[in-house]
């Protein structure tokens, strides 16, 4: 049975950072891509970052969130800087198929519905 756990999650103050985990067990994690989504009250689940099983990255929080892997831990981390209010959702991890070709990994790793396998997802609130 394949589980992932995300932790990391919390309050923070405008400006501070977090670093989110996610560990994956009942799955050869070094050959899955890895995903992070989050999902703002009100609002449909968004795309935050992929990571290939070679470590290819597609992002779309520029310049403030990384995504990385270790794969000897069987987990993927998000480490987010500068929180904004906005950014405010619940975080959650996903587990998908690996790709042949990094085309491939970034034209699929965007969407949710490529992805097999979901954590049940950390709180984020940044606010003073």
């Known amino acids: 049975q394949v589980q992932l756990v995300e932790s990391g999650g919390g309050l923070v103050q405008p400006g501070g950072s977090l670093r989110l985990s996610c560990a994956v067990s009942?799955?050869?994690?070094?050959?899955?891509?890895m995903g992070w989504f989050r999902q703002a009250p009100g609002k449909e689940r968004t795309f935050i970052s992929a990571?290939?099983?070679?470590?290819g990255t597609v992002d779309s929080v520029k310049g403030r969130f990384t995504i990385s892997r270790d794969n000897a831990k069987n987990t993927v981390f998000l480490q987010m800087n500068n929180l904004k209010p906005e950014d405010t959702a619940v975080y959650y991890c996903?587990?998908?198929?690996?790709?042949?070709?990094?085309?491939?990994?970034?034209?699929?790793?965007?969407?949710?519905?490529?992805?097999?396998?979901w954590g049940q997802g950390t709180q984020v609130t940044v606010s003073s």
């Open positions: 996903a587990a998908g198929p690996s790709y042949y070709t990094y085309a491939e990994f970034l034209s699929r790793s965007r969407s949710g519905r490529n992805y097999d396998y």
């Open positions: 009942g799955r050869t994690f070094s050959t899955t891509t």
């Open positions: 990571i290939s099983r070679s470590g």
